[in-house]
C-alpha cells in the first residue's frame, strides 16, 4: 500500500502563479520530510526538507507546510517559472531508518508563459 | 566532481538473459540503494545497503538481487529478467546511516526494456 499519498498526479500553472503539491501520511514514526525535484533524463535531487516538530519551512521561493495532527505536508512554489517544470516527489523517514525513504507517486508539474 | 554513476543508462534485452547495472559513488558514502521508477507509481525501493557487505530488502525486491564487496559499488542484478521488470532504474547513496538530515544522492538513471 502506498504509506504517502501524494496529490495531484500533475499540475499546469502560469508563470507568476502558485503551485501547490500535498502530500499525506499515515504512519506516525515518520520523523523526516524531504522534497525531491526532478527535471526530464536527470535523477531526483533534494530541493527542501522539514522535521515535524516545525511546521513550516522557507528555501527561497520554496516553502514546506507542515501539519501534524492531519499527518499532511505541502509544497508551495511562490511566482512559478518555466525553469520549475519537473516532476516533484514528496518523501517520508521511518524513525531509527537512516536514509530509507518512502516516496510519493510523483507530480508533474507544467509551467507555462 | 562527486557523483552516482550508473551503467549502462539504455539497455533493451530479452527476458531470461541475466544482466547487471553497474552503480559507483565517488562520495565515500555508506548507504546506497536503488530504486525503480514507474508512471503513477512513483519511486520505490528494491533494495538498499548500510556499508560493506551489509544488503536489506526494500519494498520491490523481488527479482533482483545484489551486492556491495566495495563501498563505492553497489550492482543491481536481475538473473532472469521478465518484461514486468520493464522500468527505469535510479541508484542513490548517501552519507547518513543514523538520524538527522538525509540527503540522497541520485545517478542519472537506467532505462530497461525487457521483451
Known amino acids: 500500500q502506498q504509506q504517502v499519498k501524494q496529490s495531484p498526479q500533475s499540475l499546469i500553472v502560469q508563470k507568476g502563479g502558485i503551485s501547490i503539491i500535498n502530500c499525506a501520511y499515515e504512519?506516525?514514526?515518520?520523523?523526516?520530510f524531504p522534497w525531491y525535484q526532478q527535471f526530464p533524463g536527470k535523477g531526483p535531487a533534494l530541493l527542501i526538507a522539514?522535521?515535524?516538530?516545525?511546521s513550516e519551512k522557507k528555501e527561497g521561493r520554496f516553502t514546506i507546510s507542515f501539519n501534524k495532527s492531519a499527518k499532511q505536508f505541502s509544497l508551495h512554489i511562490m511566482d512559478s517559472q518555466p525553469g520549475d517544470s519537473a516532476t516533484y516527489f514528496c518523501?517520508?523517514?521511518?524513525?531509527?531508518?537512516?536514509?530509507?525513504?518512502?516516496f510519493g507517486t510523483g507530480t508533474r508539474l507544467q509551467v507555462t508563459l | 566532481e562527486a557523483q552516482v554513476t550508473q551503467n549502462p543508462r539504455y539497455l533493451i534485452t530479452v527476458t531470461g538473459k541475466k544482466l547487471t547495472v553497474t552503480c559507483s559513488q565517488n562520495?565515500?558514502?555508506?548507504?546506497m540503494s536503488w530504486y525503480r521508477q514507474d508512471p503513477g507509481l512513483g519511486l520505490r525501493q528494491i533494495y538498499y545497503?548500510?556499508?560493506?557487505?551489509?544488503?536489506d530488502k526494500g519494498d520491490v525486491p523481488e527479482g533482483y538481487k545484489v551486492s556491495r564487496k566495495e563501498k563505492r559499488n553497489f550492482p543491481l542484478i536481475l538473473e532472469s529478467p521478465s518484461p514486468n521488470q520493464t522500468s527505469l532504474y535510479f541508484c542513490?547513496?548517501?552519507?547518513?546511516?543514523?538520524?538527522?538530515?538525509?540527503?540522497?544522492?541520485f545517478g542519472e538513471g537506467s532505462r530497461l526494456t525487457v521483451l
Open positions: 542513490a547513496s548517501s552519507n547518513k546511516t543514523g538520524t538527522g538530515v538525509v540527503e540522497l544522492f
Open positions: 504512519n506516525t514514526a515518520f520523523d523526516y
Open positions: 522539514i522535521r515535524p516538530d516545525v
Open positions: 518523501a517520508a523517514r521511518k524513525s531509527g531508518t537512516a536514509s530509507k525513504l518512502t
Open positions: 562520495m565515500n558514502h555508506e548507504y
Open positions: 545497503s548500510m556499508n560493506v557487505e551489509v544488503t
